[in-house]
């Protein structure tokens, strides 16, 4: 499990795809803040982060911390109990694969066994249903 999700490199995978974002390289997306990125691994690395330690953490002023905060709590990138309590990291479906590729991988290739093994369709009441669709959930290895 730990070479899969590869935590000893997370937080670079965290960086590479704030400033990607930063710099508008990630078509349909919004920017994200500069500071973003930081902001996301020292929540990562502290496990949590309480409001007030945002602006001296980003050099930023206490506005400009504050609209960080609601962008990147706005779209999972952390997350927080109320106002009061304090943030902690989030993982968005739409990062997984840029912050675990390893994992998503392993997920793809599953995936695509278990599709490549549908051949027929099961007939009833004039619809077809692809077996696929009456399977149980597909696990997926954690090692």
């Known amino acids: 499990m730990g070479q ?30 500069p500071g973003a990125g930081r902001r996301l691994v020292e929540i990562y690395q502290a496990g949590q982060l309480g ?10 002023s206490e506005r400009t911390a504050r609209e960080i905060v609601m962008a990147l709590l706005q779209e999972g990138f952390i997350a927080s109990a109320n106002q009061k309590a304090p943030l902690t990291i989030g993982f968005p479906s739409h990062v997984l694969g840029d912050y675990f590729p390893a994992l998503c991988d392993m997920a793809d290739t599953t995936l695509t066994s278990e ?20 399977t149980s959930a597909t696990s997926f290895p954690l090692s």
């Open 4 to 33: 899969t999700l590869d935590l000893v490199h997370l937080r670079r995978r965290i960086l590479d795809y704030t400033d990607r974002r930063a710099k508008k390289l990630l078509p349909g997306l919004p920017a994200l803040h």
């Open 51 to 60: 409001e007030s330690e945002v602006p001296a953490l980003l050099g930023q």
């Open 115 to 134: 599709l490549s093994s549908v051949h027929s369709c099961h007939v009833s009441g004039g619809s077809a249903t692809p077996n696929i669709l009456r």
